[in-house]
C-alpha cells in the first residue's frame, strides 16, 4: 500500500504537470478537465503515485505505464503479460491518493475522509443488508456514522477488486469484525464468490482518513 498527499508536492509540479515529463496525452486530458484546483491536483498525485510506485515492481520508467480499462471501466496495465502478475487499484479523497499493488490475485482500495458526513441512510437503503442497518441505527449518531463509513470502504474495496463495477449488489456483503481485528466477509447469493479467499485490512490514515483494502487469491483454474 502506498500513499500521498497533495500537501507532499511541490505547488509547481501541481501547477505544471507536464513538466514532469511523465504523464501521457490522456492523463494531461482528464487533467484538464477538472473544474476545481483540488481535484486536477489530487488527481495529478494520485497518478504520480501510481506510475512511481509501479515502477518499484517492475523495470519499467514511470512515463513508460500505459493502462487500458476493463469492460466495467477499471484500470488495468495495458500489457496484458505485466498485468498477469502486477494489480492495482486506486482510490482518492479529500487531498489523499492511495495506490494498492499486488503480486498475485487482485486488489481492490478504497479511501473516504473520515469528516464525511454522507447520506448514510440513503446509501444504506441500497448498498446495505437489514442486519447492517439495524446495527447502524442501534449505535450513538457519531459511532454509526464511522461505523458507516468502515463498512462501505471496505465494501467499495471488495468491489473494486472485483472489477466489476456497479453490478455487484452491495446489499450482499456483510462484514464481520473478529476478536482479534480479523475481518471476515460474508456474501449473499447474489454475489457469485468464495468469501474465505479474500482477505481485508482497515486503517486509518493521518487522523483524517478511513481506509480499506482487499486482497483475494486467484481463483484455482479448472
Ligand atoms: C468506479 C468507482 C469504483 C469509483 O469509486 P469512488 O469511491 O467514486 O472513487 P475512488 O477514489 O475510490 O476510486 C477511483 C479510482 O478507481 C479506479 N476505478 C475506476 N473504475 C473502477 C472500477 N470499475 N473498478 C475498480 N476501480 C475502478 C480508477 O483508478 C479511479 O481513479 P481515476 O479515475 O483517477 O483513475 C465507483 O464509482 C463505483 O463503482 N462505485 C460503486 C459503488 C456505488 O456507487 N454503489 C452504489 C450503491 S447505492
Redesign the pocket.
Known amino acids: 500500500m502506498w500513499c500521498c498527499r497533495t500537501s507532499d508536492l511541490d505547488p509547481a509540479v501541481l501547477a505544471e504537470p507536464e513538466r514532469l515529463g511523465l504523464f501521457g496525452d490522456d492523463d494531461l486530458r ?1 487533467c484538464r478537465r477538472y473544474h476545481f484546483d483540488r481535484d486536477r491536483h489530487l ?1 495529478i498525485a ?2 504520480l503515485l ?1 506510475r512511481c510506485v509501479l515502477s518499484r515492481y517492475e523495470p519499467i520508467e514511470p512515463a513508460d505505464w500505459r ?1 487500458a ?2 469492460p ?4 488495468e496495465i495495458a500489457d496484458p503479460a505485466i498485468s498477469r502478475r502486477l494489480r492495482f ?5 479529500a487531498g489523499l491518493a ?1 495506490v494498492g499493488v499486488a503480486r498475485e490475485g487482485e486488489v ?5 475522509c473520515a469528516d464525511r458526513h454522507a447520506d448514510a441512510a ?2 444504506a ?3 446495505f443488508s437489514d442486519s447492517e442497518r439495524r446495527f447502524l441505527q442501534g449505535l450513538p449518531a457519531e459511532e454509526s456514522r464511522l461505523a458507516f463509513l468502515r463498512s462501505w470502504t471496505l ?2 474495496a471488495y ?8 453490478s ?1 449488489p ?1 446489499r450482499d456483503m456483510e462484514f464481520q469484525y473478529g476478536p482479534d481485528a480479523r475481518i471476515a466477509m460474508r456474501l449473499g447469493e447474489g454475489i457469485a464468490d468464495r468469501a474465505d479467499r479474500w482477505r481485508f485490512e482497515q486503517f486509518s490514515l493521518f487522523d483524517r482518513h478511513i481506509g480499506a483494502v482487499a486482497l483475494g487469491t486467484p481463483v484455482p483454474a479448472g
Open positions: 482528464r488527481f494520485a497518478h501510481l493502462f480499462a476493463n466495467y471501466g477499471r484500470p487499484n486506486l482510490s482518492h479523497a492511495l481492490g482500495v478504497d479511501v473516504e440513503g446509501i437503503r441500497h448498498a465494501k467499495e468491489a473494486k477488486a472485483r472489477g466489476v463495477g456497479l455487484l452491495f
